[in-house]
């Protein structure tokens, strides 16, 4: 049988799950692909000890990545070390001495995937990454196949497990954010430092690999407006709760004629919404488009064993296209002129919590508020059991919605205003 | 630019939503991939008046499939017509003669797809109908490729738009089955002889279609329990409300060790559920497995522009792996051993409503019959404004569902049976 040589680059939580999938997935893969799959070598750090997992799967542990990038039997070289270096570099070399390379660190495909992608177009091999977004959800896959025909308008996803978790708990069990971030590292969704998912960076990273899949454009990090979940207050939560919505932190692209709007901010979706029913770590991505219309994908964003099968996943097309003969690696090779629109004329729809300094009849305030924001002010809702306001805008203006801002100062303390999901 | 000619046999709906998406899209198709989809010939039947559509998109209509079949400058045929006979002869032909093939016939690719498959692998041509399933959701290419490393332990799904669509009325609008059925019939979506639909005949064939790529068996319409939504009473309806259900068609493969259970049923679904968000003519597939977990895959199921976008997402993978100078086609080659399951010990929970002869105290019917049946009934509840009893088991073997069911009848008639969803 056919042997194909693979060397790992790192031996983390991911690179164990590829592995327990492909030791229990062995016999299928031989008996229905006719190959065998084997790990031969695996990169480790100097004095890091993995010598019962490199016992129990059998291959060799080293610690200078040019065995595994200049070894000729090896073809396929899997880097799932995390960070933007060194992977960059062993990336490189291993593309540079004609190894495809599969990968799940989307916060070098967001920062560094052009430069990567053009070395693996000189060389003549494939570089896969669908782990690095929406975890098991073959998300970019489905892009550059079913959506190719298609013209996309809107991609909207909930592709942040860990801030999905924490907003989940903040509105079942109605912790607060402090205690919903600590449970989050508890369970091992959160680092220890949780800037990149709390402050929607991680979020950013993914909107930027699934532009270039969804509308053919490469993005920068300075491009999108980025908004995390810091400034979500409990009055926010039960807010949500009674007008019938839930907050979820959505990175959202919209393209209208030939400008395109990105950003990651938590937003307002209904609850007859499917994205409102993704719930703890779980990830989910709706599309619509001309000719699809409507749809929606569903799964776990990360975990160990469906981030391995991710990238088995990867491995196998890899395979696949070897056993074909294929002359050439694939690539999506969707790329079109958009405008990235910063439209001073664009309206959005805001949810805004307060709490009052002064007491008054909620009718009064509405009364007041009405007068001076004729046609802004849909709502505005007494909380329960505590002095709080609601308010919930039509259509604003950025400027429109400054105002607002500036005139609710008369009545307390207003939290960041929250936008309502366009549906 | 590389031309590439495509010949269509019949001329209705998603054949025209091919042409409109491979219209709008063509700009993107040859700009991305440098090559021209040309449709040259359409099979039209004789008399037939088609040619303000020919003319608009500039293709020769031609009554004699042949004409097809044996053209050597056509290398895609993509057949549109429906029905086993005789688009199967028609399919034969056109892979004998080298071309590859691309078809929504479920129908046909259920009854007749290992014979097609045959053929086509002979040819060395591709075969290729995911439209047939579900119909924009790309689950068939899913199953083939992410889920190809992976092993599934369940699959279950709303593959039937037309009931799904019924079943909504019934539950939103409260319609009655045949006042459901004639919106459906109206809307365009069920056809004036609904047998197909209405009693799990379409459902059954997709699930056949799913069972291949999902399990790697293939099933006749035979081994199938199938059931369909005919006997749905409105008390049904109700109770299903009371208790925080919603009643769905659902196709459902389950595989324990090496044992599949293969049915269409009507079934309870709990209101959290994805499966239960899944509306009107919409489609959606739930999935559980080793390593991925638990993913969802929504989507229509029909229509002519989604439908018409799958195919032409088919027709691309042709040209890709063409372009690439694959040698051959690629089939999904997976095929397990699994034995369809009869378990007489199987058990399942069920709802049962009953419009009961004698008017007593609930209290007391639900005394009587738990002395008879101590640890089958779980629940039973007075519907609103009607004398009814909605009677909810745990979990029942076959014979002991017989005889509850033999029980229930002193207390007046019981309406069928529906499960409970296993979740
Ligand atoms: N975890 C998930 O569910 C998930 C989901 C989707 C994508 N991803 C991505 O998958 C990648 C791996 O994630 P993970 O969760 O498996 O991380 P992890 O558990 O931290 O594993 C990374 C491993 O690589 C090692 N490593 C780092 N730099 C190295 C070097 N220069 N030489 C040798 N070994 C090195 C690390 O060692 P040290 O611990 O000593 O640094 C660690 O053992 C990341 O890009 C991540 O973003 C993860
Ligand atoms: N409609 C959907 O949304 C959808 C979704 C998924 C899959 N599909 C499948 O896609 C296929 C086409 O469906 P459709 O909705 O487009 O059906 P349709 O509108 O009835 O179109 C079929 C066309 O083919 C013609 N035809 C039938 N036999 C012919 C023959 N021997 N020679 C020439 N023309 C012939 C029919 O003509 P007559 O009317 O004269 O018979 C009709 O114009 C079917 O297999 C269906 O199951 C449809």
Redesign the pocket.
């Known amino acids: 049988m056919k042997e194909v040589k693979i060397g790992i ?9 590829f592995l327990e999938m492909l030791t229990s997935q062995k016999q299928k893969i031989e008996a229905q692909k006719g190959i065998k799959l084997i790990v031969s070598k695996v ?3 100097e004095g ?1 000890e993995k010598t019962t997992i490199a016992n129990k799967y059998g291959f060799e542990l080293v ?1 200078d ?1 040019k065995k595994i990038t200049e070894d000729d039997e090896i073809s396929i070289v899997i ?5 933007v270096h ?2 960059k570099e ?1 990336i490189k070399q291993a593309l540079e001495n004609k190894k495809h390379v599969v ?6 495909l967001a920062q560094e995937g052009l430069e990567l992608i053009t070395i693996a177009k000189e060389n003549q091999v494939g570089l896969y990454y669908e ?2 977004v929406a ?1 098991a959800i073959p998300i970019l896959r489905t892009l550059a196949t079913s959506y190719f025909a298609d013209n996309i308008q809107q991609l909207t996803g909930i592709v942040n ?1 860990t801030t999905n978790f924490m907003l989940t708990k903040m509105f079942e069990e109605a912790w607060t954010y402090e205690q919903a971030l600590q449970a989050a590292q508890e369970a091992g969704f959160a680092e220890s430092d949780p800037t990149n998912d709390v402050d929607g960076i991680d979020a950013a990273y993914k909107l930027i690999i699934l532009a270039r899949f969804a509308f053919g454009v490469n993005l920068t990090l300075e491009q999108l407006t980025i908004q995390g979940i810091r400034q979500i207050h409990p009055l926010d939560v039960s807010g949500a709760q009674q007008l019938g919505y839930t907050i979820k932190l959505l990175g959202s692209l919209i393209k209208k004629d030939h400008h395109l709007t990105a950003c990651v901010q938590p937003t307002f979706v209904p609850d007859t919404h499917l994205l409102s029913s993704v719930k703890n770590e779980l990830n989910g991505i709706f599309l619509k488009s001309d000719g699809i219309g409507e749809s929606f994908h569903y799964g776990p ?4 064993l ?2 391995g099968t ?1 990238v088995l996943a990867d491995v196998l097309t890899i395979v696949d296209r070897q056993l074909d003969g294929s002359a050439t690696a694939r690539f999506n090779p969707y790329q079109q002129p958009v405008h990235l629109e910063k439209d001073p004329e664009k309206t959005n729809a805001y949810f805004i919590s307060l709490s009052p300094q002064i007491e008054r009849k909620i009718s009064e305030v509405q009364a007041e508020l009405q007068t001076t924001f004729p046609k802004t002010i849909a709502q505005v809702q007494e909380a329960t059991n505590q002095v709080a306001l609601y308010v919930v805008t039509e259509q604003l203006t950025e400027a429109q919605l400054a105002e607002l801002l500036a005139e609710l100062t008369n009545y307390g303390e207003h939290h960041q205003p929250l936008q309502l999901m366009e549906v």
Chains 1, 2 share one sequence.
């Open positions: 680059l790192g031996l983390g939580v991911v690179a164990q799950g990169l480790v750090r890091e610690t990545v880097e799932l070390m995390g960070r060194p992977a062993f990968t799940a660190n989307k916060d070098l782990a690095s975890g497990g964003g990360a975990g160990a469906p981030t991710s």
